[in-house]
């Protein structure tokens, strides 16, 4: 069955420290990866996906199919990117529904 | 705001209730999403429309849900006989299907939500 697994509940770091969220993914094809985001007290929305290869907000992510990983990066962390960070797969078909991770709270301290 | 919206924002209940939810998606998206939130975890797939048609339905929607999206464009979630269970946020998003079925994602919109509270 289709997955996505993302190991940190909580991430805590420093204003200016670099940022990895990790998360992991089982589906057998070729998947569509994406990162949403929710700030406090609005809605969620996407930050990036890899078919894009973007640089949102300073965060980038990779598909490795490998490792089957699209963890998020971001080289010095603001306190702006306080948020909780979802992963998200969809497999395609008709129906383009995401399946999401748990999420994981970044919580950038100054 | 020409977002998603989503009425009511929060609904408490007593078990055993009937309560129904309303999706307003943006205006011109063909697609509608319903998905469930429970605290702790992501959300989670229920349903979604493209047009009118409700074209698929996960397990998660069991046979006290029903879904409707009658004239294609808002939608209605209803919840007969709630349960303790049926507590968590219930989230709408709509996207624009464009290309045809099967071709690559179109981003979903999220709205706000729905947070149910059964007593």
């Known amino acids: 069955a289709q997955r996505v697994t993302q190991p940190e509940k909580l991430l805590s770091v420093f204003k200016g420290a670099p940022v990895e969220l990790k998360c992991n993914y089982s589906?057998?094809?070729?998947?569509?990866l994406f990162w949403y985001v929710q700030y406090s007290r609005q809605r969620l929305q996407l930050l990036l996906r890899h078919i894009s290869r973007e640089s949102i907000k300073g965060f980038t992510a990779d598909l490795n199919k490998g490792e089957t990983s699209f963890h998020l990066k971001k080289p010095f962390a603001q306190e702006e990117d306080s948020a909780m960070y979802y992963c998200a797969l969809s497999y395609g078909g008709a129906t383009n529904k995401l399946i999401f991770g748990t999420g994981t709270l970044l919580a950038v301290q100054p | 705001d020409t977002g998603v919206s989503q009425d009511p924002r929060h609904k408490i209940t007593k078990r055993g209730q009937n309560v129904t939810f309303r999706c307003d998606p943006i205006s011109e998206h063909n697609r509608l999403y319903w998905y469930r939130q429970t605290l702790g975890q992501g959300p989670e797939f229920l349903t979604y429309?493209?047009?009118?048609?409700?074209?698929?339905k996960s397990r998660l929607l069991s046979d006290r849900f029903s879904a409707e999206r009658p004239k294609g464009s808002f939608s209605t979630l209803e919840i007969q006989r709630t349960e303790q269970g049926d507590s968590a946020m219930y989230l709408c998003?709509?996207?624009?299907?464009?290309?045809?079925?099967?071709?690559?994602?179109?981003?979903?919109?999220f709205g706000p939500g729905t947070r149910l509270t059964v007593l």
């Open positions: 429309f493209q047009n009118e048609a409700q074209l698929e």
């Open positions: 589906y057998s094809g070729s998947p569509e």
């Open positions: 998003a709509s996207s624009l299907l464009a290309g045809g079925v099967g071709s690559s994602y179109n981003e979903q919109f």
